[in-house]
């Protein structure tokens, strides 16, 4: 069963980083493509970052590029978000999530993305 499990959030003034970590197993890093998402309170969910399998091609929204970078970690078992130059607007619940969708992996639909961590929380003050 594949499972994951998010960390490294929590309270940044706005300006600062924060590395956000998606743990799960060799495997599941190697079999699914992974996505990072985030969600704000009253919003939609949104695709934020996807690597694909083997932490190949790594892939950054447009809005984003530039300040957040996703890559696998050197020992295969977790997938890192790096946010930098953090603004408010960024603040909400981060989520990994796992697929094995191919063509439409960079779309970063939520509903193919089948399991999910249970996400941690973001916030940025001003």
């Known amino acids: 069963q594949v499972q994951l499990a998010e960390s490294g959030g929590g309270s940044v003034q706005a300006g600062g980083s924060l590395r956000l970590s998606c743990a799960g197993s060799?495997?599941?890093?190697?079999?699914?493509?992974i996505g990072w998402f985030r969600q704000a309170p009253g919003k939609e969910r949104e695709g934020v970052a996807a690597?694909?399998?083997?932490?190949?091609?790594?892939y950054v929204v447009y809005s984003l590029r530039g300040r957040f970078a996703i890559s696998q970690n050197a020992a295969g078992n977790a997938v890192d978000l790096q946010m930098t130059s953090l603004k408010i607007e960024d603040a909400g619940v981060y989520y990994c999530?796992?697929?094995?969708?191919?063509?439409?992996?960079?779309?970063?639909?939520?509903?193919?993305?089948?399991?999910w961590g249970q996400g941690t929380q973001v916030t940025v003050s001003s």
């Open positions: 999530a796992a697929s094995t969708e191919g063509i439409t992996w960079q779309h970063l639909n939520v509903e193919e993305y089948h399991f």
């Open positions: 060799y495997a599941t890093m190697h079999d699914y493509i």
């Open positions: 690597i694909y399998r083997g932490g190949l091609y790594p």
